[in-house]
């Protein structure tokens, strides 16, 4: 009998975690959470909400970047893991066929029923990999498009999809890859007109800054990219499976039908890593076009019975929660309350998005003494004000939110799709203070704000 023993293990040694995590993995994590004092220590967490050890609740409006879907612990997925785990499945023997990922590959193409077969991967990153692998051999051509400003994954084939220069620098030679701007049609047939493209992949809404493509984009750039031989992937890591009110992101668009959608995040029940490609059954049979090939893409973990299983339980509890419906409802309820608030607040300049995928951009006031301290931010670090915002909402309302990227001024509410009025009620109330401090004109905001300055300064 072992002597491990989890709960002790963290009694014993839980505290430590900052230090463990400087000492042996990536060390400039602890710094920057002790820098803007998000150096929290929750004890736990149950749907929308985490505890410190003094009790008190956090709103969490992130949801671990999309993958906390149905919040933390949701009670299905967890029985679901229970029993696949006392079930003792002679799981991934690698030669036979086990149910699980042919149900949940049955279930998930109901949701997109123009697409035919799935492939199982670990991750949102692994499954933009497969797609572009399997466009290019379908397509048999060697270059993938992609809008600026995008994110597709950090692994060398989706970084090469990345529209964001500081996380390729210094990872190149990568795939062949063109970026063009969201929107920019005349761009896009310009590039097909070249006949090596085998795909163009898009977020139907930009992670980043949260930009949605323009009305009638996709739908145009489908046809564009079919007359000239070309697939439309589309990525839906983190805006699939009801982020934005419906179950896809491109199902906001009549007639877009993808050749390849990607899925990940929130499939996974926030338990179980996994990723999903679908796509249509003669690109699948194309990459694999004999036996010889059946092994030609593959993954040691795919298909696991474990995420399988937390999948399946998701779907369910999608379907008798309603879970998409909330997040239609809930979003259109939290957007329109925060694009009232831009006529009060002449830092506020937009707040846009669909569903619960939300962003919340700041610029440039019109009143002399906030213009004065908006120049000093900028000048320093675009993007500063919005971090201004980011801490005191977890520091004075415990409100955990994120900055939508790196030098924007914009704030992205991802919260649990299971969220509702009370959360709504919570979170623009603590917006509200918050934005009433900055508009003040000093006090601990701006504070804050001078001490950004100088650490953006002394780290130039």
Known sequence: MTGFDLAELLAERGGERYDLHTRHLNHQLPRMLHTIGFDKVYERAEGAHFWDADGQDYLDMLAGFGVMGLGRHHPVVRQALHDVLDAALPDLTRFDCQPLPGLLAEKLLTYAPHLDRVFF?????????TALKFARYATGRPRVLYCTHAFHGL???SLSVNGEAGFRDGFAPLLPDTAIAMGDLAALERELKHGDVAGFVVEPIQGKGVHPTPPGFLRAAQELLHRHKALLIADEVQTGLGRTGDFFAYQHEDGVEPDLVCVAKALSGGYVPVGATLGKDW????????????????????????????GLAVLAVMEDEQIVANARHTGDLLRTRLAALTDRYELLHDVRGRGLMIGIEFGRPKSLGLRSRWTMLQAARKGLFAQMVVVPLLQRHRILTQVSGDHLEVIKLIPPLIIGEREVDRFVDAFTAVMDDAHSGGGLMWDFGRTLVKQAVAQR
């Open 121 to 129: 991967g670990n991750s949102g990153t692994e499954a933009i990999e």
């Open 155 to 157: 692994t060398t084939g």
């Open 283 to 310: 690109i699948f049979k194309k990459v694999y076009s004999s036996m010889d090939r059946v092994l030609v893409h593959s993954a040691s973990f795919g298909s696991n019975a474990q995420a399988m299983a937390a």
